[in-house]
């Protein structure tokens, strides 16, 4: 089932994420933009995140926790069900490349060596 923009228009989804709080800037953004937003505070079954997904226009990928601009693997999900993105950098991203998904896999392969040889 695919919903139409018209539903989607004007709605944007924020995940809370812990440590760092970001809900004050998609807030803000929200305000300027005239957009209605949903805030999760726990994460959803993913099969249900992607659902809820498909009913807005936006997702506010405000993690917060790198200072390099990649895009979240939600944030690849966002994109692969239509919606537009905002990044940490407030850049906007409305189209899933190769690039985004091999930044991404570059920077987390970093982290998780990181954690494997202070363990």
């Known amino acids: ?10 709605k944007a989804l924020f995940v809370v994420k812990e440590p760092i709080d970001k809900t004050k800037q998609a807030e803000d953004f929200c305000l300027q933009h005239n957009l209605q937003l949903e805030i999760l505070y726990e ?8 659902n809820k997904l498909l009913t807005v226009e936006w997702y506010l990928d405000l993690k917060g ?10 944030a690849i999900e966002a994109l692969i069900q239509g919606c537009k993105v905002l990044t940490d ?9 190769t690039s985004s998904f091999y930044d991404y896999l570059l920077l987390y ?3 998780y060596n990181e954690i ?4």
């Open 89 to 97: 950098t407030g850049d906007i991203v409305t189209e899933f490349t």
């Open 43 to 50: 994460l959803l079954p993913h099969t249900e995140f992607m």
């Open 109 to 111: 392969r970093g982290y």
């Open 65 to 74: 926790l790198t200072s390099k601009d990649v895009i979240s693997v939600s």
């Open 1 to 10: 089932m695919v919903i139409g923009m018209a539903i989607r228009r004007g």
């Open 116 to 119: 494997c040889r202070s363990s």
